[in-house]
Each structure stands twice: as C-alpha cells, then as structure tokens.
C-alpha cells in the first residue's frame, strides 16, 4: 500500500520538477562575462539590452550593434539548473555557470548587517 501511494506521489509530481529549471537568470562565464536572461529579454555580456528567440530551456539572439561579434547568432541551451552550454555561430560550445545577482541589483537589505554605534 505505501509503495503505491509513493507511486502515485511521484508520477503526480514529476512533470512539475521536470519543468522546474529554466534559463532565465544571471549566468557567469570563467573569463569574467556575464549576461542576463528575463524572459525574451537578454542583457548580453557587452551589457546591452536586446531581445531574442526564448524557450524555456533554450535562448537565441544576434548580437547587437555596437557589441563585439555584432551580427553573429549565440545559442544556448540549459543543461541542468546551474549551467548553460553556449555556442557563439559555429564556435565550439562552452559552458557558462548560473551565478548570483549583481551587487547593484540586490535590494538594500543585502547591504550587509547594520552597526549600532
């Protein structure tokens, strides 16, 4: 009996955690870059905002004007909640890593304690 109540838990909940990551947030890579995906919106590691082809696993865009590599397509794909594999046109792909807000998009409350003096 519990093991078919189990059963039935899990195969009710795994869509759910199937579909509990997704690309969207802070992504780091090792050389220092860093880009930001909100939806179909993207602030790409030159810090400029444009927009680009979103799926909840996946992301596509061109990168802008005035960025380097202007032009070229940048795919990426979500392996795992905590890394991102990118392709820059034909290059070879690379990972990124999830990584935390920047200090300037935490709220104030993240400033660090408060010294009573």
Not at 15 to 29: E, N, T, Y
Not at 86 to 103: A, F, T
Request: aromatic fraction near 6%; glycine fraction near 12%; hydrophobic fraction near 40%.
């Amino acid at each position: 009996m519990r093991i078919a109540a189990l059963a039935v838990l899990l195969t009710a909940t795994a869509p759910a955690l199937a579909w509990a990551d997704s690309i969207d947030g802070a992504w780091c890579h090792d050389s220092g870059k860093r880009m930001v995906i909100t939806g179909p919106s993207i602030v790409t590691p030159a810090g400029t905002s444009t927009k680009g082809d979103y799926g909840r696993h996946d992301f596509t865009y061109v990168v802008p004007a005035g960025d380097p590599g202007a032009g070229t397509t940048i795919r990426m794909y979500l392996m795992g909640e905590m890394h991102v594999q990118v392709m820059e046109g034909s290059d070879k792909p690379v990972m990124w890593d999830r990584c935390g807000p920047s200090i300037s998009a935490l709220p104030h409350s993240f400033a660090g304690p408060r010294r009573l003096i």
